[in-house]
């Protein structure tokens, strides 16, 4: 069995961040990456909201960034996937991949969340192309243009009032015929005169030609179905967070989130987390770069208490 001082699981902004800070510490973390490197900034298009890159940069230039400057510093990066652990002895801890098996003084957590999938073809086809899960990230992209966005609740309609700032129309597509959103929320979003709806429908279908074009939908209580024309699909129907491999585990609140103190620290003394994992709030490049950082620190801090 190997063993290491920290393990870090997850390999986006926070696990990157916390690599950096823990190596530069002198702890050698090793940090697993799971089964995507860089996590969901790895497949986004352009992120023009991470500060000192006022050009914007690519998620993949971003994560390549990120990546340098922890091994820089003597981090490793292991191309595997987690698929067991065991914090119930406390330190050290054990963890398990497809291929080896480790004790680790400290572990981060850092797996992250992954927004809620339609499952309709075309989906993921035009992720970065027109389709999008966070309107914060990708709102500019779409200045004097139409879009749709699906889900009626309070993020989605959080999400269309930011859209407004920036396109023509943005339509709300609902499966029901009133929004769960909250009563400010709605008023506001009623009140827009860029915020049209479309009652009891679903999206079937996302089309275009190397972009998004149109959508098919369909109306559920006249089973009819429908063609809009649009130039972007934000996707707003929950995130599930990455922790099912954590339950029983670590405590987690009603939603799957990992809770932490202000200090990072899970239900179990010695192992931190940071991002999306424990943020079910932000949910930015900036913020989970900010949880990396701290989850570093406290873990560097904390391991020097145990000596």
Not at 117 to 144: H, K, M, N, Q
Not at 196 to 222: T, Y
Request: hydrophobic share 40%; aromatic share 8%.
């Amino acid at each position: 069995m190997q063993k290491e001082k920290v393990i870090i699981i997850g390999s986006g902004p926070a696990g990157l961040t916390a690599a950096l800070y823990t190596a530069r510490a002198n702890l050698k973390p090793l940090v697993i990456s799971g089964n995507q490197l860089g996590g969901q900034i790895s497949i986004t298009n352009e992120v023009e909201n991470y500060p000192g890159f006022p050009e914007g940069a690519s998620g993949p230039e971003l994560v390549e960034l990120m990546q340098k400057q922890a091994e820089r510093f003597d981090a490793r990066i292991m191309i595997d996937e987690v698929t067991e652990v065991d914090f119930s002895k406390g330190s050290p801890f054990h963890i398990k991949t497809h291929g080896e098996e480790f004790e680790a003084d400290a572990v981060i957590v850092a797996v992250g969340a992954s927004p809620n999938r339609l499952g309709i073809p075309g989906e993921e086809e035009f992720i970065g192309r027109g389709v999008s899960f966070c309107a914060t990230c990708d709102g500019f992209f779409f200045r004097d243009k139409d879009v749709l966005v699906i889900g009626g609740g309070d993020s989605a309609i959080e999400e269309a009032l930011f859209l407004t700032r920036f396109v023509n129309r943005v339509r709300v597509i609902h499966r029901r015929d009133e929004l769960r959103a909250g009563e400010a929320l709605k008023q506001r979003a009623f009140g827009n005169e860029k915020i049209e709806f479309v009652w009891d429908s679903v999206l079937e279908e996302i089309r275009g030609d190397g972009k998004v074009e149109s959508a098919l939908a369909r109306n559920v209580k006249k089973d009819e179905p429908f063609s809009l024309d649009t130039d972007g699909v934000f996707i707003f129907i929950g995130h599930l967070p990455n922790s099912s491999l954590f339950k029983g585990q670590l405590k987690l609140d009603e939603s799957g989130y990992l809770i932490t103190d202000d200090r990072m620290m899970t239900s179990v003394p010695g192992v931190f987390a940071a991002g999306e994992i424990q943020d079910s709030v932000f949910r930015q490049i900036t913020t989970s770069v900010g949880q990396g950082a701290a989850a570093g620190m406290m873990t560097e801090r904390w391991l020097e208490e145990q000596e």
